[in-house]
C-alpha cells in the first residue's frame, strides 16, 4: 500500500514536470516572465496541498475560499494543458508539428491559452445552469394518491457551494412543491467550518417538504460525528443503515462505503412491508445487483458525478455499471445522478449539474 502511494506521488511529481517544462518552452516570454508564470501555477498547485492540511479552516472565510476557487480549478487547466502539450508531442514525433510551435511560439501559447479559457467560461456557465429531470415511476403497488420526489445527490456544501448559492437551490427545489425531498448523501464537501459560520442548517428548515438522507463518503471525510450534528441541527432524518415508511413508501438508507460497520442490505429490508414502495438511497453504484435481488423497486444513488470534465467522464464511465442516468433491472430501476453540486472547480464540462422530479404513480 505505502509502496503504492509512493508510485502514485512520484508519478504525479513527473507529470507536473513535464507540463511546466511545456509551459516554460512554448512562452514567448523574457526569462523572468516564464519563470513567473510557472511560479503562479506552482502556488496554485500548493493552495491544493494547504487545503488538504486544513490550514483553510484558519483563513478569513473569504480567503480559504479564494485558494479553494483557485487551487482546484488549477486541476482543470492542468488537465487541459496536459492533453495538449501531449498531443503537440505526438504530433511532432509524427513530423506533424514543427519544432517551432511548442518552443517560443506566441500563437501556440495563445491558442492554448485562449482554448482552455473558452472551456473554463463555458464549464462554469453549464455548471450554474442546473438540469431539471424529470422521472415517472409506475408501480402496481397501492398508492393513495401520486407522490413527488425531489432526489438531490452531491450537494458538496463549502468553500465553493456557499450560503447564496444553497438558497437558489432551496428555491428551485420548493417551487416544485414536493411531498418529500431525497438526498443521497455527500451533502458537505470536505469543511463544516462553511456550513456552520454560514450557519446553512438553517436553510435545510426553508424546504417545504420532509427531508430524507443517507450519507455519503465525504461527511466521513469531513468528520463523522461533526457531520452527523450537522445532519441534526438541519432536521434531516438520516437513514443510516434503517429504514423509515412514509405513507405509501418503504425508505431505505445504507451507510457509505467508506463505513467498516455498513449492513448487508438483505438485513435492512428484513421485516419491510413489501407491499410498500420501496425506495433506496445508497450513495455509491455498486453492486447495483443487490437491489434487485432485495426486492427494492427504485435505488437512487450518486457519487460518481459522471467525471466532471471530459475525458475524466470516459474513465468513470468505465468504472462503473452505470455512472450516471436511469437502469432498470428486472423490476427495479434506478437512477445515478451526476449531482447538484461538484467538488472542486465549478465547471461541467461533457457532464452536468441536475436534479430529479419523480412522480409515483
Excluded at 418529500?180 to 442548517?201: K, Q, S, T
Excluded at 438553517?202 to 450519507?215: E, R, T
Aim: hydrophobic share 45%.
Amino acid at each position: 500500500m505505502k509502496i503504492g502511494f509512493v508510485i502514485i506521488i512520484l508519478l504525479a511529481v513527473l507529470v507536473h514536470v513535464y507540463v511546466l517544462w511545456h509551459v516554460y518552452q512554448v512562452l514567448p516570454f523574457p526569462v523572468w516572465a516564464k519563470w513567473t508564470v510557472v511560479g503562479l501555477m506552482m502556488a496554485a498547485l500548493a493552495m491544493l496541498f494547504v487545503g488538504f492540511s486544513g490550514l483553510y479552516d484558519r483563513m478569513p472565510l473569504w480567503l480559504a475560499s479564494l485558494c479553494y476557487n483557485i487551487s482546484t480549478s488549477w486541476l482543470i487547466v492542468f488537465l487541459y494543458l496536459l492533453l495538449a502539450f501531449v498531443l503537440l508531442d505526438l504530433g511532432r514525433l509524427c513530423h506533424l508539428v514543427p519544432k517551432e510551435w511548442i518552443c517560443c511560439n506566441a500563437w501556440t501559447a495563445g491558442s492554448i491559452t485562449a482554448l482552455i479559457a473558452g472551456l473554463l467560461v463555458y464549464g462554469n456557465i453549464h455548471y450554474n445552469n442546473k438540469v431539471r429531470e424529470p422521472l415517472t415511476l409506475t408501480t402496481d403497488k397501492q398508492l393513495s394518491k401520486p407522490v413527488r420526489v425531489v432526489m438531490i445527490s452531491d450537494l458538496h456544501l463549502g468553500y465553493h457551494n456557499r450560503k447564496a448559492e444553497w438558497q437558489r437551490w432551496v428555491k428551485m427545489i420548493n417551487d416544485e412543491n414536493p411531498d418529500l425531498i431525497l438526498v443521497a448523501g455527500d451533502i458537505i464537501d470536505g469543511h463544516l467550518r462553511p456550513l456552520i459560520e454560514e450557519d446553512m442548517a438553517a436553510d435545510f428548515h426553508q424546504l417545504n417538504a420532509p427531508v430524507v438522507a443517507c450519507l455519503g463518503n465525504h461527511e466521513y471525510i469531513s468528520g463523522i460525528d461533526k457531520s452527523l450534528d450537522f445532519y441534526e441541527r438541519a432536521g434531516i432524518t438520516l437513514l443510516r443503515d434503517s429504514t423509515i415508511t412514509m405513507g405509501d413508501l418503504v425508505i431505505v438508507g445504507r451507510d457509505d462505503r467508506f463505513s467498516r460497520k455498513r449492513k448487508p442490505l438483505k438485513h435492512l429490508l428484513e421485516g419491510v412491508d413489501t407491499t410498500k414502495y420501496i425506495i433506496l438511497l445508497d450513495h455509491q453504484p455498486y453492486k447495483l445487483e443487490e437491489a434487485q435481488k432485495a426486492g427494492v423497486d427504485f435505488q437512487f444513488s450518486g457519487h460518481t458525478h459522471e467525471g466532471q470534465v471530459w475525458p475524466i467522464s470516459l474513465l468513470v464511465n468505465g468504472m462503473y455499471e452505470k455512472a450516471w442516468g436511469p437502469l432498470q433491472k428486472g423490476d427495479t430501476r434506478y437512477y445515478i445522478s451526476s449531482g447538484i453540486g461538484i467538488w472542486g472547480g465549478k465547471y461541467r464540462i461533457g457532464t452536468r449539474s441536475e436534479y430529479i422530479v419523480a412522480t409515483i404513480n
